[in-house]
C-alpha cells in the first residue's frame, strides 16, 4: 500500500504553499521598489539592480541542487533549513544599511528561497495519489503563477506608502508561521529515510566539482540574462567571459554527470529523466510557460508607464485583475486535470495564450484601462490552464524515489525561461524602438512638404506666426520637438506590438509538440516506473 502522511493532505499543502509564495513573490516584489531602495541607499539604480540579479543568480543555482541535498539531509529539514534561512535573510535585507550588505543578504535570500519551490512540488506528489495530483497542484500554482502577477502591485503599494523595507520585513511572520506547521504537520516518506540511511552509511561525500560546474553554469547564465542588454551583450568583454564560462562548465558538467552516473555515484543533476519523452516535452514547455508568463508580466506595465503614462500603482492594477482570474481558474483546472487528458488542457492552454495575444497584437496608444485589463485576463485564462497539466504529465511514469529530481528541474526550466523572456523582452524593445524610429526620422526633412505643413500648423497651435520660415523660430522647435515625441512614442508602441507578434508564434509552435507526448495512462497512473 502507498505510504500516506498522517496529516489531511490539503493541510499539508497549505502548509507547504505558505513559504513559496512568498519566496516568488519576492523574485518580482522587489522591481518596483529599486528606485526607493538606491535612493535609501544612495547608490545609483544601476548599481540597485544587482538586488534583483545577486537573487536570482543564487536561486538559479539552488533550484536543481535541492533534491541533491535531500539525498543527505532528508527533504523535511532541507525544507525548513530553506525556510529558515530565507526569513533570516530577509529580516536582514530589511536592516541593511548599504548596498553590498543587502546584495549579499540578498544571495542568501536567493540560495533559502531556490530549494522552497523544488521541495513544495515534490512533498505533493508524494502525499496526493496520482489521480489527485492536478488537485494538489492548484494550490502550488497559486504560489507560482499568481505570485509574480500580484508582485508589482503589492511592491509598489508598500514602497508608496510606507517603506521599501517592508518588502522584505513581510516575510517573517509568514516563514515564523511556515517553520512551525512544517514541524508539527509535514513528513517524510519511507523512501527518503531510506535514501539518507544510505547516504550516512557511506559516510556523506558532496560532489563538490559538480556543485561549483552547476554554479558556474546556471549562474553565469542568469548573470548574462540579467545584465546583458544594460552592458551591449557581446560588445562587453565581462558579458563574452561569462557567455564563454556558461557553455565550457554546461559541457563539464554533462560530461561529470554523465561520468556520476557510469560510475554509480549519486549525479546532483539526473539526466536519466530525460530519456522520458513526456518529461523532456514537459521541460520544453514549462520553460516557454515561465518565458510567456514573466515575459508579458514586464511587458505590460512598462508599455502602459513608458507609453500611455500610467502610475506605478496604475501599471499594477493593470495585472491585478488577470491575478484573481488565474486564482478562480486554478482550481477549476485541477478538478479537470482528474478528469480530461492533460494534453487537450495543455493545447488549450497554448490555443488561448496565442489568440490572447493576437488580440493583444491590436493595441494603440489610445488604448483604454478596461480593454488592457481584458486582454490580460484573456491571456491569463490560457496560463491557467498550462501549469497543472504540464507538471501533471513531468511526473508520469517516475519512480517515487525521483519526485525530488522532477520538481528541481521543472522549476529550474520556469525560472531560467522567465529569465530568458525578461532578457528577450529588453533587448528587443531597445533595439526594435531604435530600428524603427531611425526609419520615421529619414522622413522628417524639410523636403517633405507634409512634415513642414504638419510643423506649421503646430506653430500656430503654439502661438507662432504662420508666415516667415515655418521652420525657423522658438515656436517652430517646440513644435518640431512635439513631433519627435510623437514620433518616439509611434516608435515604441511598434516595437511592442512586433515583441507581441515573435511571442504568439512562439507560443503557438508548442502546439505540434503535444503530439509526441506518449498517451497518459488511465487516471495518470504511473505504474511503470514504480
Given at each position: 500500500?502507498?505510504?500516506?502522511?498522517?496529516?489531511?493532505?490539503?493541510?499539508?499543502?497549505?502548509?507547504?504553499?505558505?513559504?513559496?509564495?512568498?519566496?516568488?513573490?519576492?523574485?518580482?516584489?522587489?522591481?518596483?521598489?529599486?528606485?526607493?531602495?538606491?535612493?535609501?541607499?544612495?547608490?545609483?539604480?544601476?548599481?540597485?539592480?544587482?538586488?534583483?540579479?545577486?537573487?536570482?543568480?543564487?536561486?538559479?543555482?539552488?533550484?536543481?541542487?535541492?533534491?541533491?541535498?535531500?539525498?543527505?539531509?532528508?527533504?523535511?529539514?532541507?525544507?525548513?533549513?530553506?525556510?529558515?534561512?530565507?526569513?533570516?535573510?530577509?529580516?536582514?535585507?530589511?536592516?541593511?544599511?548599504?548596498?553590498?550588505?543587502?546584495?549579499?543578504?540578498?544571495?542568501?535570500?536567493?540560495?533559502?528561497?531556490?530549494?522552497?519551490?523544488?521541495?513544495?512540488?515534490?512533498?505533493?506528489?508524494?502525499?496526493?495519489?496520482?489521480?489527485?495530483?492536478?488537485?494538489?497542484?492548484?494550490?502550488?500554482?497559486?504560489?507560482?503563477?499568481?505570485?509574480?502577477?500580484?508582485?508589482?502591485?503589492?511592491?509598489?503599494?508598500?514602497?508608496?506608502?510606507?517603506?521599501?523595507?517592508?518588502?522584505?520585513?513581510?516575510?517573517?511572520?509568514?516563514?515564523?508561521?511556515?517553520?512551525?506547521?512544517?514541524?508539527?504537520?509535514?513528513?517524510?516518506?519511507?523512501?527518503?529515510?531510506?535514501?539518507?540511511?544510505?547516504?550516512?552509511?557511506?559516510?556523506?561525500?558532496?560532489?563538490?566539482?559538480?556543485?561549483?560546474?552547476?554554479?558556474?553554469?546556471?549562474?553565469?547564465?542568469?548573470?548574462?540574462?540579467?545584465?546583458?542588454?544594460e552592458d551591449d551583450w557581446f560588445g562587453s568583454k565581462l558579458i563574452t567571459f561569462f557567455v564563454v564560462t556558461m557553455v565550457v562548465a554546461f559541457i563539464a558538467m554533462i560530461?561529470?554527470?554523465?561520468?556520476?552516473?557510469?560510475?554509480?555515484?549519486?549525479?546532483?543533476?539526473?539526466?536519466?529523466?530525460?530519456?522520458?519523452?513526456?518529461?523532456?516535452?514537459?521541460?520544453?514547455?514549462?520553460?516557454?510557460?515561465?518565458?510567456?508568463?514573466?515575459?508579458?508580466?514586464?511587458?505590460?506595465?512598462?508599455?502602459?508607464?513608458?507609453?500611455?503614462?500610467?502610475?506605478?500603482?496604475?501599471?499594477?492594477?493593470?495585472?491585478?485583475?488577470?491575478?484573481?482570474?488565474?486564482?478562480?481558474?486554478?482550481?477549476?483546472?485541477?478538478?479537470?486535470?482528474?478528469?480530461?487528458?492533460?494534453?487537450?488542457?495543455?493545447?488549450?492552454?497554448?490555443?488561448?495564450?496565442?489568440?490572447?495575444?493576437?488580440?493583444?497584437?491590436?493595441?494603440?496608444?489610445?488604448?483604454?484601462?478596461?480593454?488592457?485589463?481584458?486582454?490580460?485576463?484573456?491571456?491569463?485564462?490560457?496560463?491557467?490552464?498550462?501549469?497543472?497539466?504540464?507538471?501533471?504529465?513531468?511526473?508520469?511514469?517516475?519512480?517515487?524515489?525521483?519526485?525530488?529530481?522532477?520538481?528541481?528541474?521543472?522549476?529550474?526550466?520556469?525560472?531560467?525561461?522567465?529569465?530568458?523572456?525578461?532578457?528577450?523582452?529588453?533587448?528587443?524593445?531597445?533595439?526594435?524602438?531604435?530600428?524603427?524610429?531611425?526609419?520615421?526620422?529619414?522622413?522628417?526633412?524639410?523636403?517633405?512638404?507634409?512634415?513642414?505643413?504638419?510643423?506649421?500648423?503646430?506653430?500656430?497651435?503654439?502661438?507662432?506666426?504662420?508666415?516667415?520660415?515655418?521652420?525657423?523660430?522658438?515656436?517652430?522647435?517646440?513644435?518640431?520637438?512635439?513631433?519627435?515625441?510623437?514620433?518616439?512614442?509611434?516608435?515604441?508602441?511598434?516595437?511592442?506590438?512586433?515583441?507581441?507578434?515573435?511571442?504568439?508564434?512562439?507560443?503557438?509552435?508548442?502546439?505540434?509538440?503535444?503530439?509526441?507526448?506518449?498517451?497518459?495512462?488511465?487516471?495518470?497512473d504511473p505504474g511503470a516506473g514504480h
Amino acid at each position: 500500500m502507498a505510504w500516506r502522511p498522517k496529516a489531511n493532505p490539503w493541510i499539508v499543502a497549505m502548509t507547504v504553499t505558505l513559504a513559496t509564495f512568498m519566496e516568488v513573490l519576492d523574485s518580482s516584489i522587489a522591481n518596483v521598489a529599486l528606485p526607493h531602495i538606491a535612493g535609501g541607499l544612495g547608490s545609483t539604480q544601476e548599481e540597485a539592480t544587482w538586488v534583483l540579479t545577486a537573487y536570482l543568480v543564487a536561486n538559479a543555482i539552488i533550484l536543481p541542487a535541492g533534491a541533491y541535498m535531500t539525498t543527505f539531509i532528508g527533504r523535511k529539514k532541507f525544507y525548513m533549513i530553506c525556510v529558515l534561512l530565507f526569513g533570516v535573510s530577509s529580516a536582514m535585507c530589511g536592516l541593511a544599511p548599504s548596498l553590498p550588505l543587502l546584495v549579499f543578504f540578498r544571495i542568501l535570500q536567493g540560495i533559502g528561497g531556490g530549494g522552497l519551490a523544488p521541495s513544495e512540488q515534490a512533498i505533493l506528489a508524494d502525499t496526493f495519489p496520482p489521480e489527485k495530483r492536478g488537485q494538489a497542484f492548484a494550490m502550488y500554482g497559486l504560489a507560482v503563477v499568481v505570485a509574480p502577477a500580484i508582485g508589482p502591485t503589492l511592491g509598489g503599494w508598500i514602497t508608496d506608502n510606507y517603506d521599501w523595507r517592508w518588502i522584505f520585513f513581510l516575510n517573517i511572520p509568514i516563514c515564523l508561521l511556515s517553520l512551525f506547521l512544517t514541524s508539527r504537520i509535514v513528513e517524510d516518506p519511507p523512501y527518503v529515510h531510506e535514501q539518507v540511511k544510505e547516504a550516512q552509511k557511506g559516510g556523506i561525500r558532496l560532489d563538490f566539482l559538480g556543485f561549483g560546474l552547476l554554479g558556474l553554469t546556471f549562474g553565469s547564465l542568469e548573470f548574462v540574462l540579467d545584465k546583458g542588454q544594460e552592458d551591449d551583450w557581446f560588445g562587453s568583454k565581462l558579458i563574452t567571459f561569462f557567455v564563454v564560462t556558461m557553455v565550457v562548465a554546461f559541457i563539464a558538467m554533462i560530461w561529470w554527470e554523465l561520468r556520476q552516473l557510469r560510475t554509480g555515484n549519486r549525479p546532483i543533476i539526473n539526466l536519466t529523466l530525460f530519456k522520458r519523452r513526456n518529461f523532456a516535452i514537459s521541460f520544453a514547455l514549462m520553460f516557454v510557460l515561465g518565458f510567456a508568463l514573466y515575459g508579458t508580466t514586464i511587458l505590460i506595465p512598462q508599455f502602459v508607464q513608458t507609453l500611455l503614462g500610467y502610475t506605478a500603482e496604475l501599471a499594477g492594477m493593470v495585472l491585478s485583475p488577470a491575478g484573481f482570474m488565474m486564482m478562480a481558474m486554478m482550481p477549476v483546472v485541477g478538478f479537470l486535470s482528474s478528469k480530461v487528458d492533460p494534453r487537450k488542457l495543455i493545447a488549450y492552454g497554448f490555443t488561448m495564450l496565442t489568440l490572447a495575444l493576437i488580440l493583444m497584437h491590436t493595441m494603440d496608444l489610445n488604448i483604454s484601462y478596461g480593454r488592457l485589463v481584458f486582454l490580460r485576463i484573456v491571456q491569463a485564462s490560457g496560463l491557467a490552464f498550462l501549469f497543472i497539466p504540464i507538471n501533471t504529465i513531468a511526473y508520469i511514469g517516475v519512480k517515487q524515489s525521483e519526485n525530488n529530481d522532477v520538481s528541481g528541474l521543472t522549476n529550474l526550466a520556469r525560472n531560467v525561461g522567465g529569465s530568458c523572456g525578461t532578457a528577450f523582452m529588453a533587448t528587443m524593445l531597445t533595439r526594435l524602438s531604435a530600428a524603427h524610429e531611425t526609419h520615421m526620422v529619414r522622413n522628417l526633412t524639410t523636403g517633405n512638404p507634409a512634415f513642414v505643413d504638419q510643423v506649421k500648423r503646430l506653430k500656430e497651435m503654439f502661438g507662432g506666426h504662420g508666415d516667415g520660415n515655418p521652420m525657423l523660430g522658438q515656436a517652430s522647435h517646440t513644435a518640431q520637438a512635439f513631433i519627435y515625441n510623437q514620433l518616439h512614442r509611434q516608435a515604441g508602441m511598434l516595437a511592442y506590438l512586433d515583441i507581441i507578434q515573435y511571442l504568439a508564434i512562439f507560443c503557438a509552435c508548442m502546439l505540434p509538440l503535444l503530439f509526441f507526448i506518449p498517451k497518459p495512462p488511465e487516471h495518470l497512473d504511473p505504474g511503470a516506473g514504480h
